[in-house]
């Protein structure tokens, strides 16, 4: 599943949210203080699993140093599950 390329403001800062081919992580998210900050997602994710990263990194980029790893990846994860439950289905990231 591809996202395409996405200019979006989350709190009060502008992002890019773009496809990459990313080896570790299925999800990446730069300091909101450095240059042209993205939002990079794994290529091929399903559709669950690309809604649990976005909302991750999202979360991230919203409070850079306020949110911990920790609190981000339960978040995210009870945030798609529950989305995903209400009907929440990807109509606009795919090829
Ligand atoms: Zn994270």
């Keep these: 599943m591809k996202v395409p390329t996405k200019k979006v403001s ?4 502008e992002y890019t949210i773009r496809t990459a081919k990313l ?6 998210c730069d300091s909101p203080r450095c240059k042209n900050p993205e939002i990079r997602i794994k290529a091929g994710l399903d ?3 690309l809604l649990e990263v976005l909302l991750h990194e999202m979360l991230h980029a919203s ?3 306020a949110l911990s790893e920790e609190y981000v990846t339960v978040t995210a994860r009870d945030m798609s ?4 439950d209400l009907g929440w289905r990807n109509d ?3 090829d």
């Design 63 to 65: 409070a850079w140093l």
């Design 23 to 28: 080896r570790k992580n299925h999800g990446e």
């Design 47 to 49: 559709q669950k699993l």
């Design 92 to 94: 606009g990231f795919q």
């Design 10 to 13: 989350i709190a009060g800062n």
């Design 81 to 84: 599950h529950i989305l995903y």
